[in-house]
């Protein structure tokens, strides 16, 4: 290494700084001894779509074809390749080639390893860490024989293991970024230009070579199920090593494609179906890439791999193979270590597609295909064989799929076939599990694929398919959002796949499909300003419901395990042209590209709402435009969607369902928030208690701040993104308390109002969401902790107002305030009247079409009961409504709230009764009569001073300037 060089571009704390493009230009000028490559992007921007389809590793795949041999050192090339391309994460060569080996540390295991190993006196040099939370250190070789690559994997734990890096290997290096959009950092002090390159004592690479690399031993080779990989790996170290890394946990994503792609252009696509799933990470993609490769044939743009790829020397290569071949156009070494399998010669690589060859060798030896028919094979006494007709086609289960809804996982086997003769290709079907056994869905390829007629027959064939399954991968596809448990680990699902992970499948209803959010946000700060200047566009007490709605959405699952889901529906109401829509849009935007379609609508059915709101877990759903309407069918219709959806997120229950079998299914219960668009509000007392009520008024949006946040609302979603992140890691540690801590003390606040519970644990909950985001707010530099407060006492009042008014608006719509309210217009307007119990009506003062409901005196009116509930169903009729109680019940609320007068009597028993409906003289006769108190239909509660307090509550909470949102923090 040159130690002399002026290092001044090369400090740790300017590097991390750098683009990747400038630190490799900068790394290479200093000719430090490796070369650079370029891998592609972490977020797989602008690669094709083939390589997305390939690709496991985002960000850590070399873009170069045979990279160990064209990785360059050269300022000039590396400008040439970074240039265009300013998203490529950087990668460097390792091995005694070029002097510089690498230690990947995982975990507690590799750091106690790596203890160990240097006895702890580990010398100072290159460090850098992982965004995974690992370490890698970096130290000088002496140029000589390669070295493989050694690990030390602990076999009790995932992703923990302390690996020697060296020759036919490349390691990443800052300032790249990882696809949790996390980035590799060199430490403070122990960057190229800070520090010299430690030399690697030779007694630690001795240490490292008489290790027991993860508890494998040379006897487990013997039982590898592959004759020809346990052939090739007794024949070749670096196979050897490769299969040893396999079973340990797996091989890095190079050295897999090494020997897979060698192995599958040499002819032999089994094996290397074999080694890939010797290790755990073998999923359905590594089986797709490999058929992929298979099906490529002699088109494929890779040839097999060569020995120097894995960084054998000319030397070494003459051990194994006894000669060096070299290439006549190049005068490179060719030898593959593909030439030391002893068939190799005869074999050659397979580049069709599955032929009736390939389906025969999938049949167990009782199946056979001959003459033009998929047969019985039966053996006789004297070792001759009969084959008995089944079929004209025959077919494999290639895959089985496991679909998981979060309430069900129903399985599907995905089968294709082919007709025997003439030969033609049948498509590939999914078909359920449970209905495998009919063998009905063979029809699913038209009349065409026949099956014999015969006894059994039918379940002879269905057994031959099933026996092709040995071999069939399996995959996993959730259909719906939000967290959930993978390998153990917290992830967030969205329509994309899952956050910080790729190779998740997510499958979901046409109208979630926008729920797409971005790997990382680019610039954390800069999106959540963006996200708190939506608080800007409406009055405060609009948008802080909102925000905190918004915020509060990714808690679910963690306040769900501590017993405190939110049970409400934030229900934003205006008249046509308040831009409710468009503001309940934008902010739904949080969670994708959602600006131009609501998910859900009143107009929709209302089993499909239900579903999507138990598809949209951990997500905030928009059910858009309950609105008045002519038609009784319409309104009757959205009234049973409002109801299902208040009912739903306000109680957290579903209706019931049966099967066809009489099982009771599991319910769609919904598992995130809810946000609807109104121009009227919902009837019902218990339905108001389970709403959260904002109301847009004429101009109160800006148009010019709902412009401008419109054409920025790609950064909400990258505010999401990063918020997501920062909930994760809290998800992912021991359950903390603090957030119900901070819901006890913030309900027993605002139960001081007298207000119903519901509202009051709403109102706890979104303050639990606006001081969350805030907090992230925080972290990244978006807010000020000065302004976090300020927002915070603010929403609070904003909060407590909305729960007090919509407190008055659940007392209005109680069955017993209803009565009251009606029954008493109804005298005022004559409709209805009473005749005095002390002497007779005279006719001429008797309202003409008025109906007589019973009399009154001094004290009470004394209603006919079915009389008074007729006339109140009438009224209530004519506007399209019902009453909400039966008459029973609105007796007792009545006699309960000391409107009306029950009746107390004692039975035999000496127990008292209490009758809702008492006796009163009336003309000689004692009849049962609703005894309603005379004041309470005519007293007038004046209100003029409460509503003043909130007018004055409320005009403080217009105001968002003042909080300086929209400044540098």
């Known amino acids: 290494m040159a130690?002399?060089?002026?290092?001044?571009?090369?400090?740790?704390?300017?590097?991390?700084?750098?683009?990747?493009?400038?630190?490799?230009?900068a790394m290479a000028k200093a000719k430090l001894g490796p070369k650079y490559l370029p891998l592609c992007p972490f977020d797989h921007k602008d690669v094709s779509q083939q390589h997305i389809e390939d690709c496991d590793k985002p960000g850590k795949v070399p873009l170069l074809a045979k990279w160990p041999d064209k990785a360059s050192d050269d300022p000039s090339v590396l400008n040439r390749w970074f240039i265009q391309r300013s998203n490529l994460n950087l990668g460097m060569t390792l091995g005694r080639r070029v002097g510089v080996i690498g230690f990947d540390i995982d975990g507690e295991y590799g750091r106690n390893k790596v203890e160990q190993l240097f006895n702890g006196c580990l010398p100072p040099t290159w460090e850098f860490s992982t965004p995974g939370g690992g370490a890698r250190l970096l130290f000088s070789v002496p140029k000589g024989p390669p070295l493989q690559k050694l690990a030390d994997t602990n076999p009790h734990a995932d992703h923990e293991e302390l690996a020697l890096l060296a020759d036919g290997q490349m390691t990443v290096i800052p300032p790249s970024r990882h696809q949790n959009g996390g980035q590799y950092l060199w430490l403070p002090g122990r960057g190229p230009g800070d520090i010299s390159l430690a030399e690697l004592p030779a007694e630690i690479l001795k240490k490292m070579r008489s290790s027991k690399v993860s508890g494998t031993s040379s006897e487990d080779f013997k039982e590898m199920p592959d004759s020809d990989l346990r052939k090739l790996a007794d024949r070749c170290h670096v196979v050897r090593e490769a299969v040893t890394e396999q079973v340990a946990g797996g091989c890095s994503e190079e050295r897999w494609h090494e020997i897979i792609s060698m192995l599958v252009r040499a002819g032999y696509p089994s094996t290397a179906l074999t080694f890939s799933q010797m290790s755990k990470k073998h999923d359905g993609h590594s089986e797709k890439r490999i058929r992929q490769m298979e099906s490529a044939g002699d088109s494929a743009t890779y040839g097999q791999t060569r020995c120097s790829t894995f960084g054998c020397d000319a030397?070494?290569?003459?051990?194994?193979?006894?000669?060096?071949?070299?290439?006549?156009?190049t005068g490179e070494i060719s030898n593959s270590p593909a030439a030391l399998l002893l068939s190799s010669a005869a074999r050659t690589a397979s580049t069709k597609r599955m032929t009736l060859a390939s389906f025969t060798k999938l049949l167990s030896k009782r199946y056979s295909l001959n003459n033009s028919n998929l047969c019985q094979v039966r053996v006789n006494k004297d070792g001759s064989s009969d084959h008995f007709p089944l079929a004209n086609f025959v077919a494999r289960?290639?895959?089985?799929?496991?679909r998981d809804d979060g309430a069900e996982r129903t399985t599907l086997y995905e089968i294709d076939g082919a007709i025997i003769s003439p030969e033609r290709k049948l498509p590939a079907i999914q078909v359920l599990a449970n209905d495998f056994d009919s063998m009905k869905w063979v029809s699913m390829w038209g009349p065409e694929p026949n099956i014999l007629p015969g006894n059994q027959i039918k379940d002879t064939v269905r057994h031959a398919i099933q026996s092709t399954a040995a071999g069939a991968p399996s995959e996993r596809i959730f259909a719906h959002l939000g967290w959930v448990k993978i390998d153990g680990i917290w992830r967030y699902l969205h329509a994309g796949g899952?956050?910080?992970?790729?190779?998740?499948?997510?499958?979901?209803?046409d109208r979630l499909q926008n729920y797409v959010l971005p790997s990382f946000p680019v610039n954390p700060k800069e999106a959540m300003k963006s996200s708190l200047n939506l608080l800007g566009v409406a009055p405060l007490r609009v948008t802080l419901v909102l925000w905190s709605l918004v915020y509060l959405t990714p808690l679910c699952e963690m306040l769900r395990q501590m017993q405190l889901e939110p049970k409400f529906l934030v229900w934003l109401s205006g008249h046509t042209g308040t831009r409710k829509t468009s503001l309940a849009m934008l902010f739904l935007s949080h969670f994708g590209d959602l600006l131009q379609h609501p998910p859900a609508s009143f107009k929709d059915t209302a089993n499909s709402v239900e579903k999507r709101a138990f598809d949209t877990k951990d997500s905030l759903l928009l059910i858009d435009d309950f609105h008045p309407t002519a038609s009784p069918k319409d309104k009757r219709d959205m009234e049973q969607v409002a109801q299902k959806m208040l009912r739903g997120y306000g109680d957290r229950i579903a209706r019931g369902r049966m099967r066809q079998d009489t099982s009771l299914r599991k319910d769609f219960i919904p598992r995130g928030t809810g946000l609807a668009t109104a121009e009227d509000m919902v009837s019902g007392g218990s339905s108001a208690a389970r709403l959260v009520s904002s109301e847009l008024l004429k101009d109160d949006v800006d148009l010019d701040k709902l412009t401008k946040a419109q054409r920025e609302a790609g950064k909400l979603s990258e505010a999401m993104s990063g918020y997501l992140e920062w909930v994760g890691q809290a998800m992912n540690a021991p359950l903390s308390s603090r957030l119900k801590d901070l819901f006890f003390e913030k309900r027993n606040e605002a139960a001081s109002l007298g207000v119903h519970g519901r509202l009051v644990d709403a109102s706890a909950l979104l303050y639990m969401g606006l001081i969350s985001g805030l907090e992230y707010a925080e972290s990244v530099g978006a807010i000020t902790p000065d302004q976090k407060v300020q927002l915070l006492e603010k929403a609070w009042r904003v909060f407590l107002n909305a729960a007090s008014e919509q407190g008055d608006k659940v007392t209005e719509v109680k069955p017993s305030t209803r009565f009251v309210t009606i029954v008493s217009q109804l005298l005022a307007n004559k409709s209805i009247h009473c005749n005095s119990v002390n002497r007779e009506p005279i006719p001429e003062t008797v309202p003409k079409g008025s109906t007589h409901v019973g009399w009154h005196d001094d004290n009470y009116y004394y209603f006919l009961p079915e009389l008074i509930y007729n006339e109140l169903s009438q009224f209530l009729s004519k506007r399209g409504e019902q009453f909400p109680v039966s008459s029973e019940t609105l007796w007792k609320e009545l006699a309960d709230a000391g409107l009306s007068r029950p009746e107390v009597s004692k039975q035999k028993n000496g127990r008292e009764r209490r009758h809702t409906l008492a006796k009163k003289t009336i003309k000689s006769e004692r009849p049962r009569l609703l005894w309603v108190k005379r004041d309470a239909l005519h007293e007038k509660v004046e209100k003029e001073t409460k509503n003043k307090a909130r007018e004055e509550l409320r005009s403080g909470t217009d105001d968002c300037d003042e909080l300086d949102l929209l400044g540098e923090p």
Not at 4 to 25: D, R, S, W, Y
Not at 323 to 329: C, E, G, L
């Open 498 to 509: 899952a956050l910080g992970l790729s190779n998740i499948k997510v499958e979901l209803d």
């Open 3 to 25: 130690e002399n060089i002026a290092f001044t571009n090369l400090l740790a704390e300017t590097l991390n700084n750098m683009t990747t493009g400038e630190a490799a230009a």
């Open 397 to 402: 289960i290639t895959k089985t799929i496991t």
């Open 315 to 329: 030397e070494q290569i003459a051990h194994c193979h006894g000669s060096v071949r070299k290439s006549q156009r």
